[in-house]
T-cell receptor, first 111, second 114 residues
């Protein structure tokens, strides 16, 4: 059974810092990995998707990397802003095509 | 297309009542998922459809829960005889059968059982 762990569980930083959020998974036979953002009381917004054959994806200030063999992914957020405050979730999809989620990292960026 | 749509956004019900939620996926998305999320937790998988076929159900989906996707388009999730432990956010997602299989989520239905 796939297990997904996200570290840290919570993070509070001043505006402008560069951040690294970590995601690890136990079964490396994955199809893809997605990073999502969730604002309080809202649904999930897809940020980046990395296919199993890829090493990284970039979108604006976000960069996600994937090391399938070691079961790890990182989400790098450059020059953080207060608007980045949210919970960030990592989801891994295997051959069953069912995304399995971690518990998320709760991020607060204060001015 | 406006994305995945869920209705209602909020539902308050008394313990023992039945509730039904609706999900409209992105057009032409063959896969549809239901998840449950409680405070401080990640979404937990409940069930998955490919077109109208329900392919997998989690052990979390007790006998009081039933989901349907009768024509392979919208889906409903019904909870019978609700309990306080059913209070949660119920999320729906859809994806296509292409190689990306990127999942897109709706805004969720917040259920409160009193």
């Amino acid at each position: 059974k796939q297990e997904v762990t996200q570290i840290p569980a919570a993070l509070s930083v001043p505006e402008g810092e560069n951040l690294v959020l970590n995601c690890s998974f136990t079964d490396s036979a994955i199809y893809n990995l997605q990073w999502f953002r969730q604002d309080p009381g809202k649904g999930l917004t897809s940020l980046l998707l990395i296919q199993s054959s890829q090493r990284e994806q970039t979108s604006g200030r976000l960069n996600a990397s994937l090391d399938k063999s070691s079961g790890r992914s990182t989400l790098y957020i450059a020059a953080s802003q207060p608007g980045d405050s949210a919970t960030y979730l990592c989801a891994v999809t295997g051959g069953s095509y069912i995304p399995t989620f971690g518990r998320g990292t709760s991020l607060i960026v204060h001015p | 297309d406006t994305g995945v749509s869920q209705d209602p956004r909020h539902k308050i019900t008394k313990r023992g009542q039945n509730v039904t939620f609706r999900c409209d996926p992105i057009s032409e998305h063959n896969r549809l998922y239901w998840y449950r999320q409680t405070l401080g937790q990640g979404p937990e998988f409940l069930t998955y459809f490919q077109n109208e076929a329900q392919l997998e159900k989690s052990r979390l989906l007790s006998d009081r829960f039933s989901a349907e996707r009768p024509k392979g388009s919208f889906s409903t999730l019904e909870i019978q005889r609700t309990e306080q432990g059913d209070s949660a956010m119920y999320l729906c997602a859809s994806s296509s059968l292409d190689t990306l299989a990127e999942a897109f989520f709706g805004q969720g239905t917040r259920l409160t059982v009193v």
